[in-house]
């Protein structure tokens, strides 16, 4: 039986966190109204010259840093001539002739163990506008908000063969690249988008099969299972012959779990590159990239390190933290109010994403003031409240910005301490529950939970549970 070997390359596209576009004044933010960030140059009109963003050649310096790459010492911009209706000008601005760096290499983590995925080149252009399709008006309405955004696209070579890789891949330049300022990374937001050109051939053989390209992914789950459907369609059209495969460009439909074709796949010379001569070449200077890389946080790997290392976290916790730059800034900053990195760690992965997936929130979607998350920490770790008040506290911390220590003084939320009053509650509960009682003394220890839950409950949720539990077995034992 033949055994094929399916082969794939990615070009994934991440905005550059600048405040402006790549070539004029306009905000380069998310979420505003349909071409509210539109001016005369990046609506294309004549007489309105291009002036690059300084920031973002330098978020591409940072992005080759991080990726390893050899940085050119002079890049330009060229024009990219395919009809593009989302692009008032009908071109796009791009690189072609001198990106800003070529061959990279980043090492990413597979079941097999460590590989090297090399990099073709990163280059830096503009990103396209967005087309709305209005069914009911039969119109496709223009936002070019979005038009001249500045992009950073990463070309591997054809390095991939699973998509666990690719996953891992796209894992990795999310946090390389968030972590070093990049971008932001939210595929969610489109910040972050993936192209994954595909083919199949036979095992043992260099020849590439016929290569199709699946555009503009967003999501890692959707990545995965459009390249196991594709997978799957080029292995069966290679042994049935039940379809013709072309080189072409697809798009995934998640609803039906299919891939659909869009046009033929267009090469190099259909875009008929030339040099805009509207647009200087860049020269970078060592000096410059010297400058670029002191500005560069602590990445993500060094960070974890660190954790697992100086602080004696798990590698298991260091990973989820380590997992988002939000996280990670969350953690640090918490840090230097409260130094007990294995405290902070738990309430973080235990109670703050736990809030987070309830509200249907991810962990780069967080927001909190970290001096009062550090204070709440502060109030459990002395035993002024127990966790569990902790708990519902960190909820209204989140929700409305509370000051813990105002809160649990107004809403007389501090444990209560006097043991006295601690043991005529777990006298009181032990007559209640006479049963439970004869259940613990007949060797049911299921039951202690229930009686120190009732004490609890009697206590309005503000004594120590431990406490509770050795009073309640001290009662027990002398009855």
Same mark, same amino acid.
């Given at each position: 039986m033949t055994q094929y070997e399916v082969v794939m390359g990615l070009e994934v596209h991440v905005e550059l966190d600048t405040r402006t576009k790549l070539f004029c004044s306009c905000p380069a933010q998310f979420g505003a109204e349909a071409?509210?960030?539109?001016?005369?140059?990046?609506?294309?009109?004549?007489?309105?010259?291009?002036?690059?963003?300084?920031?973002a050649v330098e978020l591409g310096i940072a992005a080759a840093i991080v990726t390893n790459s050899e940085i050119a010492k002079i890049m330009s911009f060229e024009k990219k001539n395919y009809f593009y209706p989302d692009l008032p000008s009908g071109y796009q601005v791009t690189q072609f002739f001198a990106p800003i760096c070529r061959n990279g290499k980043v090492e990413i983590e597979?079941?097999?163990?460590?590989?090297?995925?090399?990099?073709?080149?990163?280059?830096?252009?503009?990103?396209?506008?967005?087309?709305?399709?209005?069914?009911?008006?039969?119109?496709?309405?223009?936002?070019?908000?979005?038009?001249?955004?500045?992009?950073?696209?990463?070309?591997?070579n054809p390095d991939f063969r699973t998509a666990g890789e690719v996953v891992a891949?796209?894992?990795?330049?999310?946090?390389?690249l968030s972590f070093a300022g990049v971008s932001d990374c939210k595929m969610q937001e489109g910040s972050m988008r993936c192209d994954v050109n595909i083919s199949v051939r036979e095992m043992g053989t260099d020849t590439l099969g016929v290569r199709a390209e699946i555009k503009n992914m967003n999501s890692l789950k959707a990545i995965a299972a459009a390249i196991e459907y594709e997978s799957r369609r080029h292995i069966e059209a290679l042994e049935t012959g039940c379809e013709e495969l072309i080189q072409e460009t697809r798009r995934?439909?998640?609803?039906?779990?299919?891939?659909?074709?869009?046009?033929?796949?267009?090469?190099?010379?259909?875009?008929?590159?030339?040099?805009?001569?509207?647009?200087?070449? $860049?020269?970078?200077?060592?000096?410059?990239? *010297? !400058? =670029? #890389?002191?500005? +560069?946080?602590?990445? %993500?790997?060094?960070?974890?390190?660190?954790?697992?290392?100086?602080?004696?976290?798990?590698?298991?916790?260091?990973?989820?933290?380590?997992?988002?730059?939000?996280?990670?800034?969350?953690?640090d900053e918490?840090?230097?109010?409260?130094?007990?990195?294995?405290?902070?760690?738990?309430?973080?992965?235990v109670e703050l994403l736990s809030i987070a997936k309830g509200d249907n929130k991810g962990a780069d979607d967080i927001k909190i003031d970290c001096g009062k998350f550090a204070a709440l920490m502060r109030l459990v770790d002395e035993k002024t409240i127990n966790r569990n008040v902790g708990k519902k506290l960190l909820v209204k911390v989140l929700e409305d910005n509370i000051d813990p220590q105002e809160y649990?003084?107004?809403?007389?939320?501090?444990? $209560?301490?006097?043991?006295?009053?601690?043991? *005529? !509650? =777990? #006298?009181?509960? +032990?007559?209640?529950? %006479?049963?439970?009682?004869?259940?613990?003394?007949?060797?049911s220890?299921?039951?202690?939970?229930?009686?120190?839950?009732?004490?609890?409950?009697?206590?309005?949720?503000?004594?120590?549970?431990?406490?509770?539990?050795?009073?309640?077995?001290?009662?027990?034992?002398?009855?």
């Open positions: 071409n509210e960030n539109v001016c005369p140059a990046c609506a294309g009109m004549p007489g309105f010259p291009p002036i690059t963003n300084k920031r597979t079941p097999e163990g460590k590989k090297t995925i090399t990099l073709k080149q990163i280059h830096i252009e503009e990103d396209a506008g967005k087309l709305v399709h209005d069914s009911r008006a039969a119109a496709t309405l223009a936002d070019y908000n979005r038009a001249a955004v500045p992009l950073a696209e990463i070309v591997s891949y796209l894992e990795k330049l999310r946090s390389l995934w439909d998640d609803n039906l779990g299919e891939t659909f074709s869009m046009r033929g796949k267009e090469n190099a010379t259909d875009y008929r590159y030339f040099p805009n001569p509207e647009i200087m070449p $860049v020269i970078i200077s060592e000096e410059w990239i *010297a !400058a =670029v #890389r002191g500005t +560069l946080p602590e990445t %993500a790997e060094d960070k974890l390190r660190r954790m697992t290392g100086e602080l004696g976290l798990s590698q298991y916790d260091s990973g989820i933290i380590t997992g988002s730059k939000n996280l990670s800034q969350i953690f918490t840090m230097k109010l409260f130094a007990k990195p294995k405290e902070v760690a738990n309430w973080i992965i649990v003084r107004e809403n007389k939320l501090g444990m $209560v301490s006097d043991t006295g009053l601690i043991e *005529a !509650a =777990v #006298r009181e509960v +032990l007559k209640q529950n %006479a049963k439970s009682v004869e259940q613990y003394k007949a060797g220890q299921k039951v202690m939970g229930f009686l120190i839950g009732q004490t609890m409950k009697a206590l309005g949720g503000k004594a120590d549970p431990q406490i509770v539990g050795k009073l309640i077995a001290s009662a027990l034992a002398q009855e």
